[in-house]
């Protein structure tokens, strides 16, 4: 039997004026955003729907906001339409909105964990010059190599052929010019605020795990795959275990999406800001239809096909 997942992104989705077009065409969209502005001290609301885009892309900042105009997305398809995922996935921080979607997390939990996470991640971030490359077009030996060479880690496998590497400022600088001597098709730095999924990480692995020893946490409804093993969580304790390490350790994005369409899951709907997993979706298995929730016009499309 064919399933349906849902799937949530992470930091770098963030754009100012994401989820106002939602609150204005359903008003109790608006109550995610207040009761989050509420947990966190902050108009949430308003750095979403005006900024400025400096604001929205600081780590503590933008990983509350994707989390939060992702749940909007998924709580109007589901309130809706007749949605009803089966399985459920994110990127990066995109994992707590999946938690959250399968019942493993509350909502006002899920934001104090970003908050923290991105308070934790930001602070490593200052203590060091350090940043992040995609790579278009070179296979893993050769990303291997590079890595060696500059000394940067692969922070994200995003799908067949694309990769990201993270690292100090000095490796990752080194990484352009290494990637096209070795017949990449692109290198391109990305706009973050340092090296995430890498050792520089450590310091706000070792924080966010001491905090997370009090939240509690419930056996997911349905599969959340996880993006340190590749897998599904085995229950709560993987759970504890295993997210923490994901600020350190690789996004295995491909193996999320391989390990999904080997358990059925035949369709997914990306809700949240862009489409960026769509994409990578499409790019991994083509057997998995694909489609995403963003705006009011993506949203009452796929209310029509949930129908």
């Not at 502005?37 to 108009?43: T, V, Y």
């Not at 001597?181 to 924080?207: D, K, Q, W, Y």
């Amino acid at each position: 039997m064919s399933k349906t997942a849902v799937l949530f992104p992470g930091q770098g989705a963030q754009a100012v004026g994401m989820g106002k077009d939602l609150v204005e065409a359903y008003p109790d969209a608006r109550s995610w955003f207040d009761r989050a502005s509420e947990a966190l001290g902050f108009d949430l609301a308003q750095v979403c729907f005006e900024g400025p885009k400096e604001e929205l892309t600081r780590s503590d900042r933008a990983q509350p906001a994707i989390f939060v105009h992702s749940v909007a997305a998924y709580e109007l398809l589901r309130s809706h339409s007749g949605f009803a995922p089966e399985a459920a996935a994110g990127l990066s921080s995109g994992e707590w909105a999946a938690l959250y979607a399968a019942g493993a997390v509350s909502f006002e939990d899920a934001i104090r964990i970003l908050r923290v996470r991105g308070e934790a991640m930001q602070s490593a971030c200052e203590q060091r010059e350090s940043g992040m490359v995609s790579i278009i077009g070179l296979d893993d030996d050769k990303i291997g190599d590079i890595c060696r060479e500059a000394g940067v880690e692969v922070a994200n496998y995003n799908s067949p052929g694309q990769t990201v590497v993270s690292g100090a400022k000095e490796g990752t600088e080194k990484v352009p010019d290494l990637a096209k001597a070795a017949g990449a098709r692109m290198a391109v730095p990305l706009p973050v605020a340092g090296a995430f999924h890498s050792s520089l990480m450590a310091p706000a692995e070792e924080v966010f795990a001491a905090f997370l020893a009090d939240i509690e946490f419930r056996e997911p409804r349905f599969p959340v795959y996880s993006n340190v093993t590749g897998r599904a969580h085995e229950g709560v304790e993987s759970i504890r275990r295993d997210m923490p390490k994901q600020i350190t350790s690789s996004v295995r994005w491909v193996d999320n999406v391989r390990s999904m369409a080997s358990d059925g899951v035949a369709r997914a709907v990306e809700c949240g800001p862009g489409k960026v997993l769509t994409g990578l979706v499409k790019r991994i298995d083509k057997s998995i239809a694909s489609t995403n929730v963003s705006d009011l016009a993506s949203l009452e499309k796929a209310i029509v096909e949930f129908e």
